[in-house]
């Protein structure tokens, strides 16, 4: 079995910076791509970053600048530094890995329930 356990989120004033972290535990032999989404009340939800395991990212236009995608293969953690929060940020936001357990024969995606992050105007 495979977790993502996310934790970082809250409420914000618009400017203002957060960072979110999720961590994977269970049977993992690797992890392959990981990434952050989000969704807002009655909204799609959406690709806010991804990165690959040799670190390659892609950001989705609307945050460039603003937040960065960092991993620790380590840890099996990924973290999302959010500076300059906007109000339509606010939505919430859902960890995902890409990752072959021990007893897999290929990667599976895995998703964690997922953090609010609320900007205030």
């Known amino acids: 079995q495979v977790q993502l356990v996310e934790s970082g989120g809250g409420l914000v004033q618009a400017g203002g910076s957060l960072r979110l972290s999720c961590a994977a535990s269970?049977?993992?032999?690797?992890?392959?791509?990981m990434g952050w989404y989000r969704q807002a009340p009655g909204k799609q939800r959406e690709l806010v970053v991804t990165?690959?395991?040799?670190?390659?990212?892609n950001y989705a236009d609307s945050v460039k600048g603003r937040f960065t995608i960092s991993r620790d293969n380590a840890k099996n953690t990924v973290y999302l530094q959010m500076n300059s929060l906007k109000p339509e940020d606010t939505a919430v936001y859902y960890c995902n890995a890409d990752i072959i357990t021990i007893v897999g024969m290929w990667g599976m995606d895995y998703w964690g329930k997922g953090t609010l992050v609320t900007v205030s105007s």
């Open positions: 269970g049977s993992i032999f690797s992890i392959n791509a």
């Open positions: 990165i690959t395991s040799g670190g390659s990212t």
